[in-house]
């Protein structure tokens, strides 16, 4: 079991630019989320999909941020027209029951905008 | 008030010694609890979860008193590789959705 695979692991963009960050669940896992760590502070939430759904959105900022979790492949958070703030962490969690269990992290991608 | 709240410390103990954390939650219909621990610069990892009859798992002891609203982490004899930053995690229901909520974290450092 391969675990969460996040990629890239890092990711450097100009401002202006498009960011894609990618997340594969466990296998058998179909609950994905999305949270956002900046540095020197916690873990914010940020979205959570189902196949195919979005089934809470109510820590992604409205503007330039969407997710999605199509049928096939990977969960994909995408920035667009990144800012300098957009900096951060970026951490992918999946769960088999919803959360009842705990949630099992992917390594990050660490987004960096220049 | 924020949904799970925790001391940032940091805490600085020597090596060897007992430290506690402690942490507390607003939502009175959370469910399911846990402990998870950050070490810089990587992803947070499940430490243990914390069952309401209380649980232990080496030197670690968890402890949940859901009439207050708070949990405990005991951490004894501890080591160099505890050093890190402890997450206290709440299960809830919020806006029909359940997730996993973080608190802050509390920062460890174990000194030799």
């Known amino acids: 079991n391969a675990g969460v695979m996040q990629n890239p692991r890092h990711l450097v963009r100009r401002r202006g630019q498009e960011a894609r960050l990618r997340c594969s669940p466990m296998k058998g896992h179909s609950h994905v989320y999305w949270y956002r760590q900046l540095p020197e502070e916690g873990l914010k939430f940020m979205v959570y999909?189902?196949?195919?759904?979005?089934?809470?959105e109510s820590g992604m900022p409205k503007e330039r941020f969407s997710a999605e979790f199509p049928k096939e492949g990977p969960s994909i958070l995408r920035i667009q027209q990144v800012v300098r703030g957009d900096s951060a962490a970026y951490f992918c969690?999946?769960?088999?029951?919803?959360?009842?269990?705990?949630?099992?992290f992917g390594s990050g991608t660490r987004l960096t905008v220049v | 008030r924020k949904e799970v709240e925790q001391d940032p410390g940091p805490f600085n103990v020597p090596e060897g010694a007992t430290v506690a954390f402690n942490c507390t939650y607003s939502?009175?219909?959370?469910?399911?609890f846990f402990w998870y621990r950050q070490d810089c610069r990587k992803e947070p990892k499940l430490l243990m979860s914390?069952?309401?009859s209380g649980n232990e798992d080496g030197r670690f002891t968890a402890q949940l008193n859901r009439a207050s609203q708070y949990i405990s982490l005991l951490i004894r004899d501890s080591k160099l590789s505890d050093s890190a930053t402890y997450l206290c995690v709440v299960n809830a229901l919020i806006q029909g959705a359940q997730k996993l909520v973080f608190g802050q974290g509390t920062r460890l450092t174990i000194n030799p």
């Open positions: 914390v069952y309401s």
């Open positions: 939502n009175s219909a959370s469910q399911s």
């Open positions: 969690a999946s769960s088999q029951t919803g959360g009842a269990d705990g949630y099992t």
């Open positions: 999909l189902q196949k195919e759904n979005i089934i809470d």
